[in-house]
């Protein structure tokens, strides 16, 4: 096993932390683009937002898939081979004129980078002591985040810098090419992995699904992330049209709020030890509301502050769910975190079709209308879930 702070556990942690950065750089590079695809394209924002929702669906069904091939065949190949596939998909996104032909790529680029975070964490709780994987999954949860960070502000500045949104993907894909060298060369074959025969985890999945305490907990994750990631790319729309007309480099700059959420997910074990899991994730929802009544105004400094809030309280709540998960099972428990994230890109994947006709309606205002029936619903779920608990496993995904 793989001791902390070891010379084998730092190639190891660096490799899945680098390769996490290089799953979200790749899914969340669109997003800044969308304004400028939509308008390349000569296609509606609705249509436009698929470029983002068909990558995290394709992902979103990937999660079990790879998880279960990899049960058979190892980990480190499925997650070096589904990588590197997913990169060099992203190379003939960037060669595409088709707009049909474009979602289809990013769909099936979605599907290939499922197949690290599908498997990552089954990796790590194999080779690891249990004291390096704490310290490790930190350390790729940390990664997760900045790559969906970095992914969002370079695909908006290289797209500006290059004046097309070919170049967003061209640079990027080729950068992460070079560096998935690096994952290859550090990441430590698997001494520890045992295959698993076809159709084990299938009871356990129905149980999982079954579970009172889990897929109420499912749904919260799904619905919060559904409005939380579509808002930002209604907001992009927004700013990118007259008056402010933002460029895409400002774009990609207003993904630096997801720090206020970075910074919410470092202090979530504090809070739910101080206040319970469950009052901490009913805070978070309210405070998302609050947030949202910041899109009612046009100013580009409230929506900033609306961003601000809106991330630290999602993120918190994000870390809450997660963490419900991890204590509500006893067996099985990375199937119940990859069924977690199933909603999770699940609801990503569905929220730009939902808001767009609260949007097309009523634009910002609109979308604050549309978030807050959903949260309400969210709220609705969190009061179902026992209230009387303390939790000590608050690790989180992304």
Known sequence: MIELKTKLWWR??????????????????????????????SVS??????????????????????????DQLGRKPVMLGCLLVALVLGLVVSQLSQFSSLLIVRGLQGFFLAGLPATAVAYMSEEFTPKALVTSIGVYIAANSLGGIAGRVFGGLLAQWGGQWQTSFMVLATLSL????????????SQHFVPTGKGQGLSALVNHLKNPLLWPIYLVGGLNFMVFLNQYTYVAFYLSAPPIQLASAALGLLFLTYLAGTFASSISGWLIQRFGLCQTLLAAIAIMAIGNLGLLSPQLPVILLTLFVDSFAFFLA??????????SV???????????????YLGASLGGVYLYPFWTWAGLPGVMLGSMLVLLVTAGLTLRLPHNTRVSDTRHLT
Not at 13 to 41: C, E, H, R
Not at 330 to 344: D, G, K, M, P, Q
């Open 12 to 41: 190891a942690t660096l490799a899945l932390g680098l390769g996490s950065m290089l799953v979200f750089i790749n899914l969340y590079l669109a997003q800044p683009l969308l304004p400028l695809l939509a308008i390349d394209f």
């Open 45 to 70: 924002p609705l249509s436009a937002t698929w470029l983002l929702s068909i990558s995290t669906l394709g992902l979103a069904l990937g999660l079990l898939f790879w998880a279960s091939v990899a």
């Open 178 to 189: 070079v560096l998935w060298l690096g994952v290859l060369k550090w990441l430590p074959a």
């Open 318 to 327: 994000h870390a809450c769910a997660s963490s419900w998960v991890g204590r």
């Open 330 to 344: 006893t067996e099985h428990r990375a199937l119940a975190s990859s069924l977690y994230l199933v909603f999770y």
